[in-house]
């Protein structure tokens, strides 16, 4: 049973403290979303990976926010440093990345729940 | 400025009648539509979806309408049930755009048994 798995699955942490949030990709997909859910805003688009490659990060604060793919297994979110209005619920989704890109389905793991006191 | 909108933040059916969601849209080049499901502490789940060469798409209760003209679709949920109560969101693509996907905010359907 092929899932997007997100850790931790919950995080609290201080103002001005580093969070980083881990995604593993479902096996043998090759594009990866960074979403955020949150209740006036719904689901953002953070950053958007193609064969590891970002290709669309624009939905980021980039001052503090920071999205890599060290290997096709991994991609991770970073905040440096967290602040009160970071606290959401970030999802990461993989899709197949198939020829008819447009028609694809992304897969959502649960999120991970961040509290920045 | 949301391209994609769901203007009903809840909605309270009960159990054995039908379920309509509503979705708004302002980019016109937006060609592909999809309706993800979301339970508590769970990610979404792909539900069902649309593209733009067709005005109706049905898998077993779960039907969604476009109307091009007006930018809208909808998900009726027919007989609705108390597990289909969570949180339901519209996204919507564009060909240009990749497989990139803007979603609404979400309605959350809650069916009374």
Redesign the interface.
């Known amino acids: 049973d092929a899932r997007?798995t997100q850790t931790p699955r919950h995080k609290v942490t201080e103002m001005g403290q580093e969070v980083t949030m881990r995604c593993q990709p479902i096996l043998g997909h090759n594009?990866v979303?960074w979403?955020r859910q949150t209740m006036m805003?719904?689901?953002?688009?953070l950053a958007?990976f193609?064969n590891r490659a970002p290709?669309?990060d624009s939905g980021m604060p980039k001052d503090r926010f920071s999205a890599e793919m060290p290997d096709a297994t991994l991609a991770t979110l970073k905040i440096q440093p967290s602040e009160p209005r970071d606290s959401a619920v970030y999802?990461c989704?993989s899709?197949p990345?198939t020829v008819a890109?447009?028609?694809?389905?992304?897969?959502?793991?649960?999120?991970t729940r961040l509290l920045v006191l | 400025d949301q391209q994609v909108k769901q203007n009903s933040p809840s909605l309270s059916v009960q159990e054995g009648r039908i379920s309509i969601l509503n979705c708004d849209y302002t980019n016109s080049m937006f060609d592909y539509f999809l309706w993800y499901k979301k339970y508590p502490a769970e990610g979404p789940t792909f539900l069902i979806s649309i593209s733009s060469i067709k005005d109706k798409n049905e898998d077993g209760r779960f039907t969604v309408f476009l109307n091009k003209s007006a930018k809208h679709l909808s998900l009726h949920i027919v007989p609705s049930q108390p597990g289909d109560s969570a949180v339901y969101f519209c996204a919507a693509s564009d060909n240009n755009a990749g497989n990139m996907l803007t979603f609404g905010g979400g309605t959350r359907l809650m069916v009374k048994p």
């Open positions: 997007v594009t979303f979403y805003q719904g689901l953002e688009l958007y193609r290709l669309d999802f989704a899709g990345g890109l447009w028609r694809e389905t992304q897969y959502f793991g649960p999120g």
